[in-house]
């Protein structure tokens, strides 16, 4: 088992910066990718970024060149800094962790998110 802790969200001005973080606990073994997504209302998770084991990234169109995903593994940390927000962010973002397993598919962690608002 994964836990995971998302934390930074905030009411931000379009233009402004945010620093998301997801704090990771638990059997930490086997993780392929960490990664964020985001859930805007009344429309379905779509991903943001992820990143994974050789440091690899992935981006959504919609987010690149202004939000960046990184990790420290000392801190059991992964980050999401996001710059030039506009009003089109605003969603709950939420962490995701996938891990493989002995047997089977993959076990898939999910946080239960931060509410990031984009509004002047």
């Known amino acids: 088992q994964i836990q995971l802790v998302e934390s930074g969200g905030a009411l931000v001005q379009p233009g402004g910066s945010l620093r998301l973080s997801c704090k990771r606990s638990g059997n930490l073994f086997s993780i392929i990718s960490m990664g964020w997504y985001r859930q805007a209302p009344g429309k379905e998770r779509e991903l943001v970024a992820t990143i994974i084991s050789d440091d690899s990234t992935n981006y959504a169109d919609s987010v690149k060149g202004r939000f960046t995903i990184s990790r420290d593994n000392a801190k059991n940390t992964v980050y999401l800094q996001m710059n030039s927000l506009k009003h089109e962010d605003t969603a709950v973002y939420l962490c995701?962790?996938?891990?493989?397993?002995?047997?089977?598919?993959?076990?898939?962690?999910w946080g239960q998110g931060t509410q990031v608002t984009v509004s002047s």
């Open positions: 995701n962790a996938v891990q493989s397993t002995a047997y089977g598919p993959p076990s898939v962690y």
